[in-house]
T-cell receptor
Framework: GESVGLHLPTLSVQEGDNSIINCAYS??????FIWYKQESGKGPQFIID?????DKRQGQRVTVLLNKTVKHLSLQIAATQPGDSAVYFC????????????FGSGTQLTVLP | GAVVSQHPSWVICKSGTSVKIECRSL??????MFWYRQFPKQSLMLMAT?????????EQGVEKDKFLINHASLTLSTLTVTSAHPEDSSFYIC???????????FGDGTRLSIL
C-alpha cells in the first residue's frame, strides 16, 4: 500500500544482537518479494529476495521468512553491525504485472554501540 | 553486479526552470526502467514506467506533461521536470532490471530542490 505522510517505524538494537524487521504486504497475488536497504541520501540496495513458492531463504547474515497465510514478510539480520543502520523496505511484485514494485512503508534500523 | 547510474545527484534551481535527470544502465540493457519519487521519511512512490522506443506509462495522479520521460536507447532513460516549482522538490530515483527472476537495481537518486 502507499505510505501517506507517516513517520517511519523505528527499531533500535544493540550491536551484535539479532534484528527482526517485519512487513505486512497487501496483495495476495504477489509472487515475488524483495528486501531493500536504503542508506541516507542513496538509492535502495538489494538485500535478499524470495518467491511465493518458498517460506524461507537465507543469505549472508540475513534470512527472509514469508507467511502467505497472513501476508507477512520478515527480515532477520544476525549479529547486527553499525553498518546495518539504514531504512529497510520490503517490496512486492504481483504475478502477471509489468514487474512494478510496490514498496512497504519502511523501518528505520538504528544499531547502538 | 548490475549497476544503475543516475545523474546529477543533486540539483538546485529557480522556480520555473526545467530539470533533466538521466538514468543509465551501465552493464546491461534495459527495455524498461522505472522512475520513483520519495519524500523525507516516506517510502518510494512509483511515478512511471519508461519503455524503450515507446511512450511511458504513468501512475494515476502523475502529470505526464509535467514529468516528461524519454527512453531513447536500451541504456538510457531521462526524466525532465518541466517548469519546476517548490512542490516538485523531492528525491527522484530510477531503477532498471527486474526481468528473468532478477530484482530491480536502483540508481543513487537525484535530490531536486526548487527555490
Amino acid at each position: 500500500g502507499e505510505s501517506v505522510g507517516l513517520h517511519l517505524p523505528t527499531l533500535s538494537v544493540q550491536e551484535g544482537d539479532n534484528s527482526i524487521i517485519n512487513c505486512a504486504y497487501s496483495n495476495s497475488a504477489s509472487d515475488y518479494f524483495i528486501w531493500y536497504k536504503q542508506e541516507s541520501g542513496k538509492g535502495p540496495q538489494f538485500i535478499i529476495d524470495i518467491r511465493s513458492n518458498m517460506d524461507k531463504r537465507q543469505g549472508q547474515r540475513v534470512t527472509v521468512l514469508l507467511n502467505k497465510t497472513v501476508k507477512h514478510l520478515s527480515l532477520q539480520i544476525a549479529a547486527t553491525q553499525p553498518g546495518d543502520s539504514a531504512v529497510y523496505f520490503c517490496a512486492e511484485i504481483p504475478s502477471g504485472s509489468a514487474r512494478q514494485l510496490t514498496f512497504g512503508s519502511g523501518t528505520q534500523l538504528t544499531v547502538l554501540p | 553486479g548490475a549497476v544503475v547510474s543516475q545523474h546529477p545527484s543533486w540539483v538546485i534551481c529557480k522556480s520555473g526552470t526545467s530539470v533533466k535527470i538521466e538514468c543509465r544502465s551501465l552493464d546491461f540493457q534495459a527495455t524498461t526502467m522505472f522512475w520513483y519519487r520519495q519524500f523525507p521519511k516516506q517510502s518510494l512512490m512509483l511515478m512511471a514506467t519508461s519503455n524503450e522506443g515507446s511512450k511511458a506509462t504513468y501512475e494515476q495522479g502523475v502529470e505526464k506533461d509535467k514529468f516528461l520521460i524519454n527512453h531513447a536507447s536500451l541504456t538510457l532513460s531521462t526524466l525532465t521536470v518541466t517548469s519546476a516549482h517548490p512542490e516538485d522538490s523531492s528525491f527522484y530515483i530510477c531503477s532498471a532490471g527486474g526481468w528473468g527472476n532478477q530484482p530491480q537495481h536502483f540508481g543513487d537518486g537525484t535530490r531536486l530542490s526548487i527555490l
